[in-house]
């Protein structure tokens, strides 16, 4: 070895592989304003189409008047449901087996709702046409309350189901009712309470949210009549499962269909579904024969493409009266608004809500689901969370907290008494799941060791001594969270969107001078894909990360994937990343054996590329294999290094953390302090721990703001209160916490790589960080539960009714 030889840290160093701090490749044209966003796209004689909405929640369509828009200057044509009946799309089906109405039939079901679609030259032709459309409607009692939902006398909300006693998932038990869905043994949970020396009791609301991602939902249709193919630029999620609803529903073969998600600014659960202006604006360029462009603003975004949670749930425990639990009995209310437009897996209509046993041995529990209809948007979308695990996580770490107050013990030493151990896994949760990996007492006394939790309760002590005695006029909350997560939708055998199982992919191809590029199934919408994805490449293969180009979102390009939600991205395609990669590799030892005239055998891999046993001399680089495939592969071998993969996960990545939130309230004001938040993740291999730590960052400050503000607020005639950034709480870094990050590493024994996703863990996990903080502050003056979000309003009417004006 010569100086110039690269040492083996020099060699590692160089492909920026897992492990690695690599800077996000996709920043240097985010951070220029270079990025190639949905309404970036300018096609010649390109028209722009916008929606007449529903001013009330309920009410009968008597007659729409298009007349007067035609009139305006650039309005080209005014669509209705009697227009789209023609071609049969005045309904579409939903991801959850329902159908909504594309546009309003008859009637109108929540406020907002698209009533009819103007077509018009440019944007402001198009509004100006919508104020001239004349809309006749006989408003109806409005249904919000979703405790009154199935009352004998409530209103009913949808007409079409009429006769209908069955639903996708099974019996309805009223107008108004969706479906029930169960799981656990019940008599053995029913026969643990009975025995239980200790119990709570608790409605824990998760109110209605919306992920309200920067970039609005929007899409361009461009209908060619010649070739009679259709092509859609849209801000999917999911783009293959749109191209496949798409044939489904307007019956034009698959494969003259091409759906491109360029850059996307952001989903997070928001862009997974359809939505009626993908149907309109598609219709559209089909009858105008001129592409249509469609772009949601805030308001239309908030209020009438996809909500979040809206779980009310009873939360019971059973526990000893040493702080073992033994049972958990949880009934949720489940309001889905007006369609039932949840976008889970088909099989599961309450998502993987049963991991609500959370990080806890239960021996036994039940649970049951009542979906339920009301005059509110349609969604239930997993906004940064593995379909409703947030509502779970929620749940289980409140209904913690209750009862370590009720047994008067220590909310974390109560944890640490009942977490799952680490020789349990993996574990069967009583509710049916089989955790992968995972060590809970590692990661909580990490995190109680780190903050000073010890010194933290003594001061907590002091403050409320000072309280009493007068002498301040804040009070102290610690807000304990441990979640387990459930990630990588995922295995066959279990999930599937409409029929087509969740599998994911990768092709990766190599050119002869040894850079490369990979296509996934996945599609990134500001996670930094481009970076990580070659990443693992990197170390798979040794081939440096800056020299694999990643692509992602072109149906006609990449390999069918089911899309990006549910931090399913690294679970499901990363592992499909690693596999083709992995085919790759043994393809190359092929070649590489041929062209040293040794035996596969006897080669050994070295970092990037292999070695002969014995003789470390005598080696060929990856770059020198590339350049071989291509002009001496072994006689009979095709030539070329390219391969394909669609991994069909074993199981789901159970990813999981501890976190705490130290606050203070000052009871006069209700305004609250946030002092410190610290937040451990184990989310297995790491890839890229600074992508990581803004991962966490992000989700943080999503927790930050559903649990101290945001929500889709309605009043009692349907009215959305909080349809603006002016009500909708959307915090800046004036108002953002610091974060601190922590991490152990616990690595998916399934996985190829052992990585488990992490981008939905901080809002999992956060949510019950913020929330048992101001509850755990309110604890002592009688307080059991106080309902999310925590504003200061809200938090100085909980001083108010626990009598501290008095
Ligand atoms: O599906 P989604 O991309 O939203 O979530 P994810 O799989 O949790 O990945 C989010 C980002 O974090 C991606 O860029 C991943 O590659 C990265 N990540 C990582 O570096 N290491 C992990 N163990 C998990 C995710």
């Known amino acids: ?13 160089k492909l920026e592989g897992m492990g690695c701090k690599r800077k996000r490749v996709e920043d240097a044209r985010f951070t220029q304003g270079k990025g190639n966003y949905v309404d970036d796209l300018k096609l010649p004689g390109m028209l722009h189409g916008d929606f007449v909405r529903s001013p009330h929640a309920h009410a009968r369509v008597k007659s729409i008047n298009g007349e007067e828009a035609l009139k305006v200057p650039g ?3 005014v669509i209705t449901a009697e227009t789209l009946k023609t071609v049969n799309l005045a309904w579409m089906p939903t991801l959850a087996g329902d159908v909504q109405m594309v546009l309003a039939d008859g009637k109108v079901l929540f406020q907002n709702q698209e009533v009819a679609f103007v077509v018009a030259t440019d944007r402001y032709a198009a509004d100006d046409g919508i104020n001239k459309v004349v809309v006749e409607y006989e408003p109806l009692p409005p249904l919000i309350d979703p405790f009154k939902a199935m009352d004998a006398d409530a209103p009913v909300l949808r007409e079409d189901l009429a006769g209908k006693t069955t639903g996708a998932h099974g019996p309805r038990k009223h107008h108004n009712h969706i479906f029930e869905w169960t799981v656990g043994d019940k008599d053995l949970t029913d026969a643990a309470f009975k025995k239980a020396d200790v119990t709570i009791k608790e409605m824990i609301s998760y109110h209605r949210t919306h992920p309200s991602p920067l970039e609005t939902c929007q899409c361009v249709c461009s209908f060619d009549k010649i070739k009679g193919e259709l092509s859609i630029w849209g801000t999917f999620q999911a783009p293959h499962v749109i191209r496949t609803v798409v044939a489904l529903i307007a019956k034009i073969p698959e494969h003259k269909i091409h759906v491109i998600s360029p850059d996307v600014g952001g989903g997070f659960g928001n862009k997974v579904g359809a939505y009626p202006g993908y ?5 559209a360029s089909i009858v105008t024969g001129k592409p249509v462009k469609w772009v949601e603003d805030r308001i239309e975004n908030l209020t009438a493409t996809s909500f979040a949670r809206d779980y009310h749930m009873t939360t019971e425990i059973a526990s000893t009266k040493d702080g073992k639990v033994t049972g958990l009995r949880v009934h949720v209310l489940a309001d889905h608004g007006a369609f039932d437009a949840c976008a889970d897996p088909s099989k599961w209509p309450a998502g993987f809500f049963n991991i609500v046993t959370g990080s806890y041995d ?13 005059n509110k948007a349609p969604g239930g979308v997993a906004y940064r969370c593995s379909f409703r695990v947030t509502e779970a996580a929620y749940c289980i770490e409140r209904g913690m907290d209750i009862l370590a107050q009720k047994l008067g013990m220590d909310p974390a030493e109560l944890r640490l008494r009942n977490f799952i151990k680490a020789e349990q896994f993996p574990y069967h949760s009583a509710l049916g799941w089989e955790y992968d990996s995972g060590d809970y007492h590692t990661a909580m006394k990490k995190m109680m060791e ?3 939790y010890a010194g933290l309760r003594k001061e907590q002590a002091a403050q409320r001594a000072a309280f009493k005695r007068g002498e301040t006029r804040e009070i102290m909350g610690l807000g304990v969270s441990f979640f387990t997560e459930i990630v990588g939708a995922g295995p066959s055998k279990n999930c599937d969107i409409l029929g087509i199982a969740m599998f994911d992919s990768c092709e990766i191809r190599l050119h002869p001078t040894g850079a490369g590029i990979a296509r996934v199934g996945t599609k990134s919408t500001g996670q930094g894909h481009e970076t990580t994805w070659a990443q693992i490449i990197a170390t798979e293969i040794g081939i440096p990360a800056d020299d694999i180009m990643v692509e992602e979102g072109n149906t006609d390009t990449a390999p069918y994937g089911l899309g990006t939600y549910g931090s399913r991205s690294t679970p499901v395609a990363g592992a499909a990343i690693a596999m083709a990669a992995r085919k790759i590799k043994a393809k190359a030892q092929m070649i590489a054996a041929y062209r040293l005239e040794v035996h596969e055998g006897d080669l050994e891999w070295d970092i990037d590329g292999f070695r002969v046993k014995g003789l470390p001399e005598k080696s060929m680089s990856m770059k020198d294999i590339c350049w071989a495939a291509y002009n001496s592969v072994p006689p009979g071998m095709e030539p070329g290094l390219e391969a394909v993969s ?10 999981f953390g501890a976190y705490i939130c130290v606050m203070n309230i000052d009871v006069d004001t209700g305004v609250y302090k946030i002092r410190r938040f610290y937040a451990l993740d184990d989310c297995g291999t790491r890839i890229n721990p600074m992508i990581i730590e803004g991962q966490v960052h992000g989700g943080l400050t999503e927790a930050f703001a559903i649990a101290m503000g945001q929500e889709i607020r309605y009043d009692d005639d349907g009215n959305v209160v909080t349809g603006s950034f002016m009500d909708f709480f959307m915090p800046t870094a004036v108002e953002t916490p610091h974060w601190e990050t922590d991490f152990t590493v616990t690595p998916s024994p399934h996985h190829p790589i052992g990585a488990k996703g992490v981008g939905e863990s901080p809002n999992v996990g956060g949510v019950p960080a913020f929330s048992n903080a101001v509850n755990d502050a309110f604890s002592f003056l009688g307080s059991t539960h106080i309902q999310m979000p925590h504003d200061y309003w809200r938090n100085w009417r909980a001083a108010k009714n626990l009598g501290v004006f008095a």
């Open 450 to 452: 780190t903050v000073d």
């Open 646 to 655: 669609y991994y069909d996960p074993p199981n789901m990545t159970y990813p």
């Open 1 to 13: 070895m010569n100086d110039m030889t690269p040492t083996r840290e020099q060699r590692e160093a």
């Open 362 to 374: 239960f021996p036994v529990a039940h649970l049951s689901v009542d979906g339920i209809y009301t």
């Open 279 to 283: 149907i309109c604006a598609a219709v």
């Open 75 to 77: 309005v080209l044509a």
